[in-house]
């Protein structure tokens, strides 16, 4: 079974940057989905962005409305992991930041989460 831990959280000041790592234990994320949510204090879980195998043996990524253009998913599969960056970050992007992926592609839903690690960004 596959475990995801976090690593990057800190604090940042508004319009700054940076770089969220999720590690990949127990299986490979070659051709798999890999999805980063966010919970805010007070606030339902959301979506970021993800990176999906799709049936054309490639991967797409997509985000959340909210943060086109700022943030950027990629993966490095040699090293198991994949990388937030997040650029021009705002106040009210203070959340927790969590990784998931899905033990099969074709599931609606991501069932496996990390622990999350927490982004503060001061105004």
């Known amino acids: 079974q596959v475990q995801l831990v976090e690593s990057g959280g800190g604090l940042v000041q508004a319009g700054g940057s940076l770089r969220l790592s999720c590690a990949a234990s127990?299986?490979?994320?070659?051709?798999?989905?890999m999805g980063w949510f966010r919970q805010a204090p007070g606030k339902e879980r959301e979506f970021v962005g993800a990176?999906?195998?799709?049936?054309?043996?490639?991967?797409?990524?997509h985000y959340a409305d909210s943060v086109k253009g700022r943030f950027t998913i990629s993966r490095d599969n040699a090293k198991n992991t994949v990388y937030l960056q997040m650029n021009t970050v705002k106040p009210d992007e203070t959340a927790v930041y969590y990784c998931a992926t899905k033990t099969r592609n074709e599931q609606r839903t991501y069932d496996t989460w990390g622990q999350g690690t927490q982004v503060n960004v001061s105004s």
């Open positions: 127990g299986r490979t994320i070659q051709g798999y989905t």
């Open positions: 990176t999906e195998w799709n049936s054309w043996l490639s991967y797409m990524t």
